[in-house]
């Protein structure tokens, strides 16, 4: 048994989940996490003093803040210890807050009243009293009327405590000797916060531990923000200060230093806990609880708790706050228990795991049970598997570490391990009893609690496991011997269980044959350490259920014996059955050949393991010389015999090993050496060891080959040598006389199923051989369909026309688009300098042009390559029926510089038109028009195509294109009158609008705007009222468009050009024998129309001259005196120009030039921007300026 102990707890990865057996996520139950004592003798004795209000314990007592102002001290016995009285008589205030120094000596308390009392505890009690009554030493009424909400003794201290309430004063007071050597208190203010804008919700002082030197910091709280300040420097100084979220106003708040890491401390706004590093500037971690938190207190390093207002307690592992795991371990209802309300903060308290609690009744203290209490808790509910499981999940890995100390665990993990073994060793056999003894016990629970037992002592060691197994094994067996056999297997299989003792083994393999189970039985013996197994016996039932690849594993492990095999499978394959030791007849090919290509890999068949490092070599040696030995050997060896293949040694033939394989499955063979070829042994010098190269095995196979007749064989041998000389070029040499045999030997044998991998073997061939005569091998390969190495072979002659003529001959079916253009592009690289080759493609295209272009989908890249041949080809693309081809074909073309003749580009382009009619391409119309060079289309049919298809839209539109604005005019009165008729009055307005634009564009002549109006006002007459109506409309709008037309080649262009068009509209022939009733009507809304416009026209000025009137009279204000001078200096030479200190001819002459209206000039001229800027104008002049264009040199203003 080759077991080794556990080393850490990531060691093995077991099937249990144990996390679902984690205590304090899969059980609500209190009493499996808080065992609670009441302490019934506390309360009697506080009853004089008026009931409890303020509980804190200590180590060894508990201190009690009383109705009456009392402080009792109860010892863990819960006896009275001493009586804390104020010492003012007849005081009566209730306790809210209660301290005790470092050293235990000194006790300090706050009062409702606001009066603080200080008592140590080492004074002199009265020998002449039986009272046990202390009278404070100290009393601090500075507070008085205000309500505390901090109260803490200063770390090493015994009378020096800070102090906070609700006025936002923070305290620091301390205790002095007056010169008659009374104590009397001395007060020096920390901070103050306004209560108003930042209301102080609490403070704590730090306790430093035993570390007296350690700097004093005082956490405060306020509605705004935490800050943590330093009391031991001389001046206040914050050391960290974080921001809070705002908030107008926050009821609960509060403070709680973790004991044992002083750099951590937790504070509570509200429902919001937030976790702070004070060596850092941000928060650690925040949590929000459902309600208002009311108190913060530590369990231990890792674990805290939080009182809500409900008086729920949830205890929090703060561990886990780099996880997305829920943080609340358990959640504890202190109302059940009578907590004391309201002010429960003051009635509850934690020290050392413990929480102690003031309920209505009594004092009550809750343990944290430790992990043994849980599992106990567990056995006596006869909960035997959760038991186990807790026990599993204590031994989890580092997420655990966390609540180790909660639960009294060791931290370490051996020394857990070790912690835990006694029990699990206890608990173990308890549960097998257990399951012995319980009659109607389920099948479940059993394979549960025996998976749990095999898995806790995997965790353990090795050893423990497997004793575990033998103790368990046999005394479940007699009772429970499915179960346990079910999850032995199981462990088998898994990983966990690798070894068996005899006994037990031999009954594992009993119960699986008696099941009749062949694969599981396979399983077993591949999976567990042989060596205990009874061979006989394991061969005897792998021979029955024909589990050869077992029996093979077996033979090879455990007698260390692979020569045995291979001969078998000589006597097996010469049909000597009779002679083989380790299988019989019944064993497959496959299997066989299977276990000789592991072998030589160096694996042990029918598994990935190794085969030892110091044996690989010399078995690899063996396997190969027998291989591929050329006569027969002797065996066993040294008894004389010979290993015969033939009923006579004279029928041996060479090679007789190899021959026989290749006879019996020549494929299987040769699949073999095919993967041991890759073995990295053949690329190492024989002076290493290893005896054999690939050339070798090569010429042997070759040698093999001669003696077949069956050609089916040859061929196979064939494929492997050219599959394989590629890939080792530089290991295996052939002659070409030798590789052109082997060639023979493809091209003549039967290729069905074997086409594909023989071109494969002859293309990857002639990557590195080179044919003698190549045109030879071409035409041998004219009758067999192998499309990429002809391909090959005629790129390798050169011969480019045969080599495009067979991508697109009917005899390749499977050609597509890309392996034209791929060949294409190659002929045109290779036959760039080859006017010959070159021409004899360009005729192949013409003839073939119609098959090239039905095959290509890339019509861009074919358009290309043509166009690099001979752009005359193109020409050819008007013989292809299909439409769709065709315009794709002709889009490229016509958008791209290809150089294309004229005579076809006359073709081209009316037929590109028609096509986009054809395919129902209104945007490609369009953009065609609009884009179309019109100094090379032929008008007149371009005008025939579109007007064949009744596209009135882009007829005026190419009709605009060539100037043509009467015909286009001409065509739009046409379309208007025809859409008038099937009243589409939508589509009459957008051709309306094109007849403005047109009109518009022939700004020389108003013939235009003549012929749109007249047509509308002689189609008046016979129209229905909507249509007039819509009439009346469309004449108002031309209308108005006409009257705002300007032209600016006569005066007063806009009045003569409108009258001078209106006159030449009813001069038109079409309305001079119109009666004037009949456009009476339409002429009233003309004049209408137009006399509106004005008015509008006149009334928008007049607003904007009104409007701007005071723009401008300040503008020409400002142009006549000036801008307000910004600074005294110039900005270039920067000498005075303004103010104090101006020189008093300057100014003589600037009053003189204000009386004469005149501006100054000469050196005094003064330039002044609307920006404010100011300079000498000669010193602009001097920059590069000239008078009339200065610009600022500051701005750019001008």
């Known amino acids: 048994m080759n077991g080794s102990h556990s080393t850490g707890h990531d060691k093995r990865n077991n099937t249990t989940d144990f996390e679902k057996f984690n205590p304090f996520k899969s059980s ?27 509980i804190l314990p200590v180590q060894l007592y508990y201190i009690i803040g009383t109705a009456k102002g009392a402080v009792v001290i109860f010892n863990k016995k819960q006896f009275v210890q001493s009586v804390l009285a104020p010492s003012l008589p007849d005081f009566r205030s209730k306790v809210t807050f209660i301290d005790i120094n470092q050293d235990g000596t000194h006790v300090c308390a706050a009062y409702e009243s606001g009066d603080i009392f200080l008592w140590d505890l080492n004074s002199q ?108 420097s001389p001046t206040l100084s914050t050391y960290r200060l974080i921001e809070l979220s705002h908030k107008n106003s926050a009821t609960f708040g509060y403070i709680s230093w973790n004991d044992v890491n002083p750099n951590q401390v937790a504070f509570s706004v509200d429902n919001q806990l937030s976790l702070v590093d004070i060596r850092f500037p941000t928060l650690q971690w925040t949590y929000e609880a459902p309600e208002c938190i009311c108190k913060v207190a530590w369990l231990t390093n890792n674990i805290l708790t939080i009182l809500l207002l409900s008086s729920k307690l949830l205890v929090l592992n703060i561990g886990s706050v780099d996880t997305d795991e829920d943080p609340v371990l358990t959640s504890i209802d202190l109302l059940i228990h009578e907590l004391m309300v309201p002010e429960s903060e003051n009635h509850f308290a934690t020290l050392n795991n413990t929480i102690v609690v003031l309920t209505n009744y009594s004092l009550m203290v809750g343990k944290i049970n430790s992990w043994s209490d849980i599992v106990l808790h567990h056995i006596h509910k006869g909960d035997y598997i959760n038991a186990l499981g ?22 370490d993990y051996q020394k857990r391990i070790r912690q835990i073994e006694p029990s699990f060793n206890n608990l173990t056999l308890a549960t097998v009893q257990f399951l012995l003894k319980k009659d109607d016990i389920s099948y479940s629970k059993v394979t549960e609690a025996t998976s749990l037992i095999l898995d806790l002592g995997s965790i353990f060691s090795d050893e423990k496991m497997y004793v575990l197994l033998e103790q368990v094994g046999e005394a479940l067996m007699t009772k429970h011997n499915e179960e346990f056999q079910e999850i032995l297997y199981e462990k088998i299989v898994n990983g966990t269980v690798t070894y068996l003792s005899p006994i037990l083994f031999k009954a594992v393999m009993e119960y699986t044959v008696s099941s009749g189970n062949d694969r599981r039985l396979e399983t077993i013996l591949l999976s567990l350490d042989g060596t205990t197994l009874d061979l006989d016996y394991a061969f005897k039932v792998c021979k029955e259920f024909r589990l050869y690849s077992a029996l093979l594993y077996l033979w090879t492990t455990i007698l260390d014996d692979y020569k045995s095999p291979l001969v078998d499978i000589i006597f097996y394959f010469a049909g000597k059955e009779e002679c083989c030791v380790v299988f019989d007849a019944n064993i497959e090919d496959n299997t066989l050949f299977e276990y000789i290509e592991s072998t030589l890999l160096g694996k042990v068949y029918p598994t990935e393991k190794r085969v030892p490092s110091k044996k690989i070599l010399y078995l690899k040696n063996f396997y190969y010389s027998l291989l591929f030995s050329g006569s027969s050997l002797e065996w066993p060896q040294g008894s004389g015999k010979k290993l015969l293949t033939c009923p006579l040694p004279a029928e041996e033939p060479a090679f007789p090993y190899a021959s026989l394989l290749i006879s019996s499955s020549a494929q299987n063979f040769l699949h073999v050496l095919d993967v041991s070829f890759e073995d990295v042994l053949f690329n190492e010098s024989p002076q290493n060891g290893f005896h054999f190269t690939r050339q070798h095995i090569i010429d042997v196979l070759l040698d093999i080959q001669k003696n077949f007749k069956e050609n089916h064989v040859k061929l196979l041998i064939a494929l492997f040598v050219f599959n394989n000389l590629p890939k080792y070029s530089q290991f295996i040499r052939l002659t070409n006389t030798i590789i052109d045999s082997q060639i023979d030997v493809i091209l003549s044998a039967d290729l069905e199923g074997f086409e594909q991998i023989s071109e494969d073997c002859l293309e990857a061939l002639l990557s590195v051989y080179s044919p003698d005569n190549i045109n030879a091998l071409i035409d041998k390969m004219s009758g067999v369909d ?38 294409l592009k190659l002929c045109d690289g290779a036959t760039a300098k080859s006017p010959i080759g070159r021409s004899e493609i360009c005729d192949l295209l013409s003839d073939t042009f119609p098959k090239i272009i039905e095959n290509c989908q890339d ?27 065709l315009l794709g074909y002709l889009r490229i073309l016509l958008s791209g510089n290809y150089h294309l003749s004229a005579p076809f580009l006359k073709k081209a382009r009316p037929k590109y038109l028609s096509l986009l009619y054809e395919t129902g391409d209104a945007s490609g119309v369009s953009q065609w028009v609009d884009n179309i060079d019109l100094k090379n289309i032929e008008v007149e049919s371009i005008v025939d195509i579109i007007n064949g298809n009744r596209d009135s839209r882009t007829l005026i539109r190419l009709l605009v294109r060539l100037k043509n604005y009467g015909s286009a005019i001409d065509k739009i009165n046409s379309k208007i009158n025809e859409l008038l008729q099937n009243n589409d009055f939508d589509e009459i307005d957008n051709y309306l609008d094109l007849g403005i634009s047109v009109s518009q564009k022939t700004d020389e002549t108003n013939k235009n705007w003549v012929k749109l109006i007249s047509n509308l006002v002689s189609q008046y007459p016979t129209l229905t009222d909507d249509q007039k109506a819509f009439c009346d409309k469309s004449l108002q709008k031309v209308f108005i468009e006409l009257s705002d037309g300007n032209l600016n080649d006569i005066e007063n262009s806009e009045e003569s050009f409108f009258w001078k068009t209106l006159m030449e509209i009813f001069e038109n022939k079409s309305l001079i024998l119109s009666k004037i009733k009949d456009i009476k009507v339409v002429l009233k809304n003309i004049f209408t129309a137009y006399s509106v416009e004005e008015t509008v026209k006149l009334l928008i000025l007049q607003i904007i001259n009104q409007s701007a009137s005071s723009d401008i009279t300040t503008y020409m204000h400002r142009k006549e005196h000036g801008w307000a001078i910004q600074s005294h200096e110039c900005e270039v030479c920067g000498k005075k120009i303004w103010g104090i200190g101006i020189d008093n001819k300057v100014f003589e002459q600037w009053e003189s030039a204000r009386c004469h209206e005149v501006a100054a000039s000469g050196s005094s001229a003064l330039v002044v921007f609307s920006c404010g800027h100011s300079f000498h104008s000669s010193c602009l002049e001097n920059m590069g300026q000239h008078e009339g264009a200065f610009k600022c040199l500051t701005c750019d203003d001008e």
């Open 28 to 54: 609500q139950d209190e009493s499996l996490h808080v065992s609670w004592t009441s302490l019934q003798q506390v309360y009697p004795n506080l009853s004089y003093y008026g009931g409890p209000t303020f």
């Open 125 to 232: 009690v009265d020998e002449n009293s039986d009272s046990n009554h202390l009278e404070a030493v100290l009393h601090i009424a500075s507070h008085r009327g205000h309500s505390f909400n901090g109260l803490n003794f200063i770390p090493g201290k015994h009378t020096n405590i800070a102090v906070s309430d609700s006025t936002g004063h923070i305290v620091l007071h301390k205790g002095t000797r007056n010169h008659l050597w009374q104590l009397v208190p001395s007060a020096k203010e920390i901070l103050r916060l306004n209560p108003m804008i930042n209301p102080l919700l609490t403070t704590r002082i730090r306790s430093n531990g035993e570390d007296y030197d350690a700097e004093h910091l005082l956490a405060v709280l306020s509605n705004r923000s935490f800050a943590v300040i330093s009391l031991s």
């Open 390 to 411: 807790t026990l599993g999940y204590y031994l989890q890995g580092p997420s655990f570490d966390s609540i180790t100390a909660l639960l009294h665990l060791e931290k």
């Open 786 to 823: 192998f499309y990429r190495v002809r391909l090959l072979l005629y790129k390798k002659a050169g011969r480019y026309t045969d080599y495009l003529t067979f991508i697109l001959s009917d005899q390749h079916r499977n050609t597509n688009g890309n392996d034209i253009i791929a060949g």
């Open 859 to 885: 019509q861009r890249s074919l358009v290309s390559i043509i166009d690099s041949f001979d752009s005359s080809l193109h020409e050819k693309i008007l013989l292809i029926s299909d439409p769709l081809t």
